[in-house]
């Protein structure tokens, strides 16, 4: 009697076997399947918090070229135009010659007595003769001069307001110790011209 008793339990016996064994089959799978999901969602968490870091850096990567490419459009509206001569295929002493001349006039309508001037033609060190060599003509001026407070004062301001583009690269000031109304004047100048 005992085995036909057991014989009812044996299918769902047989059944709970096949399950265990299923569920031990199956189980790894799925603990590994769920591992490779965390795994997979966490490296898309970071691959996508890593785009949007470049997504940003490339805005302000754009954003400053757009304000810099402002900025050059301000300034080259609001820039000064090169000299340029009348005449073209002048060396750099010719070209620099008529703005020079230009710089001697505001000079002498100052009253400012002009001790030395020595001149450097196209300095290899410019950054326009190294860019744009084929383009501008530089003259480095350095001149010592000899004025007082006054004239002095109304020469840089007209220089301030000259119409071509010059750049004014020092002034070193030194009352003169007999006169100290008197000062001496080292002053350095970039001339520059179009060809």
Known sequence: MDSEKLKQFLVPIALIIVLIAGIAYVAPKIVENVNSYTSLKQEIETKTAQVQEKQSKLDEYKRKEQENERKEKETANAGKPFYKPIDKGLDTE???????????????????????????????????VQGAGDKYNVARLNMEMVG???????FLKEMYKHEHFIDLQSAEIV?????????????????????
Do not use: H, T
């Not at 010659?97 to 007595?113: H, P």
């Not at 008197?182 to 001339?191: E, G, R």
């Open 148 to 154: 007082n407070y006054s004239n002095y004062d109304n």
């Open 94 to 128: 010719a070209v620099i010659a008529g703005e020079f001349a230009e710089i001697l006039q505001l000079i002498r309508a100052n009253q400012i007595k002009v001790r030395s001037i020595k001149y450097d033609y196209d300095p290899k060190d410019d950054a326009f």
């Open 175 to 195: 009352p003169y110790k007999k006169n100290k109304r008197v000062l001496l004047i080292n002053f350095k100048v970039k001339l520059y011209a179009k060809k």
